[in-house]
């Protein structure tokens, strides 16, 4: 009944219905992927994975990624990237759901140490379908050019220092509030490491096309 009401076309019917009978989702699974639009969002990140995976990699990865996702958990819409990571930790459960299939969690600000110097990488995962390590870097305002230079150094350690051999080379993801595909295309196209670039959006923000008509909180508690 869920997919019925909530899907219009056959073929999104169709993808919802194998995907639930495969990975044996439980409604409240399936209602989240259908709320989070993963029939529109998969394979659809701008990313460099045409100059960086194999060709028999390239399409699983494209299936894993999206270009957004939806943390409907996330209670606090003003807090920076620390903020946004906390409760993504809190809510680790509810997060590896809203990133897809096959993601084990490692660890927040995973520490890398090189010359001595110290770095730390937001939240490491493992994909068990890529067999690789996954990077992701939160942005909370819109994305910038040099986040890109910043992963990939990060994915250059990783490789050199934690992946295993037996593992794929490590992927990395900048996921920001807003992003211009452009921009992000000329900032990944030369780098050497896979990632991609993706947003994230809560289901209490105003969706795109009703801002400019309704006043923001802020604004309402003024007029009130």
């Known amino acids: 009944m869920l997919i019925l009401n909530r899907c219009k076309t056959f073929e999104e019917r169709s993808f919802y219905i194998s995907q639930a009978a495969t990975q044996f989702w439980s409604v409240a699974i399936l209602e989240h992927r259908i709320e989070s639009n993963l029939f529109f969002q998969r394979g659809k990140l701008p990313n460099n994975f045409d100059k960086t995976l194999s060709a028999d990699l390239k399409p699983s990865v494209l299936q894993v990624f999206q270009d957004e996702y939806l943390f409907d958990f996330i209670t606090n819409q003003e807090g920076d990237e620390r903020v946004v990571e906390g409760e993504i930790i809190s809510n680790i459960r509810n997060a590896i759901m809203a990133l897809g299939q096959g993601f084990s969690f490692i660890a927040n600000q995973y520490r890398l140490e090189l010359d001595g110097e110290e770095f730390f990488i937001d939240l490491l ?45 490590s992927i990395g993801i900048i996921l920001c509030k807003e992003k211009s595909n452009t921009i992000v295309e000329f900032a990944v196209k030369t780098i050497d490491k896979a990632m991609g670039v993706a947003t994230y959006r809560t289901s209490k923000e105003v969706p795109k096309e009703m801002k400019g008509i309704l006043p923001d909180p802020a604004e309402l508690v003024k007029l009130l």
């Open 125 to 169: 995962f493992f994909n068990r379908h890529l067999k690789c390590l996954v990077a992701f870097e939160l942005k909370r305002g819109k994305f910038k050019p040099e986040y890109a230079g910043q992963l990939n150094f990060y994915l250059n350690v990783l490789d050199e220092k934690v992946r295993l051999t037996e593992e794929n080379p």
